[in-house]
Structures are given as C-alpha cells and as structure tokens.
C-alpha cells in the first residue's frame, strides 16, 4: 500500500521522488507528488506548481494536472483570507 494512502503525505511524497529519480520522465508521477504536497497543512505553493507544470510538459493530454494547476492558487488564497473577515 501507497504511503499516501495511509494518510503518510510525507513520506508518500517522497516515495514519489525516488521514482522519479529512477525515471524523472514519468508525468503521473510528478502529478501524484502535487496531489499528496496538496493534502499536506503546510503545502509549499511553488513546489507544487512546479510538479504540476513538470506533469503537463511531459503529458500535455494529463487531464489532472492542468485542472489542478487552476485550484492551487486560489485555495492558498482562500486558507489565508479566513482569519481576516
């Protein structure tokens, strides 16, 4: 079973990158380490936009990741925002 599965974000994510170092072609994979980056409290924007435009140049017909792309902004945004209201 997958770490991420387990609800081990951290360790999915790095799971992740090991196969990548293997085979840094494989674009669901970058897509999977934006995913579980996502699920984390303290989510790296940059790190995970990044995964995601890795996922779109390598596979431009990955349906996810440019769906995902548009979410990651404004939900950081959102997370921000609340206190302030």
Same mark, same amino acid.
């Given at each position: #079973? @997958?770490?991420?599965?387990?609800?081990?974000?951290?360790?999915?994510?790095?799971?992740?990158? /090991? %196969?990548?170092?293997? *085979? $840094?072609?494989?674009?669901?994979?970058?897509?999977?380490?934006?995913?579980? #980056? @996502?699920?984390?409290?303290?989510?790296?924007?940059?790190?995970?936009?990044?995964?995601?435009? /890795? %996922?779109?140049?390598? *596979? $431009?017909?990955?349906?996810?990741?440019?769906?995902?792309?548009?979410?990651?902004?404004?939900?950081?945004?959102?997370?921000?925002?609340?206190?302030?209201?």
């Amino acid at each position: #079973m @997958l770490r991420v599965d387990m609800g081990e974000y951290e360790a999915g994510v790095a799971q992740y990158e /090991r %196969a990548l170092a293997a *085979d $840094p072609k494989l674009a669901v994979v970058h897509y999977l380490v934006a995913d579980a #980056m @996502l699920k984390q409290p303290a989510a790296d924007a940059a790190r995970i936009n990044e995964s995601l435009r /890795r %996922a779109i140049e390598l *596979d $431009p017909a990955f349906t996810p990741a440019p769906q995902a792309c548009h979410c990651v902004q404004p939900a950081k945004q959102v997370r921000r925002g609340r206190g302030r209201t």
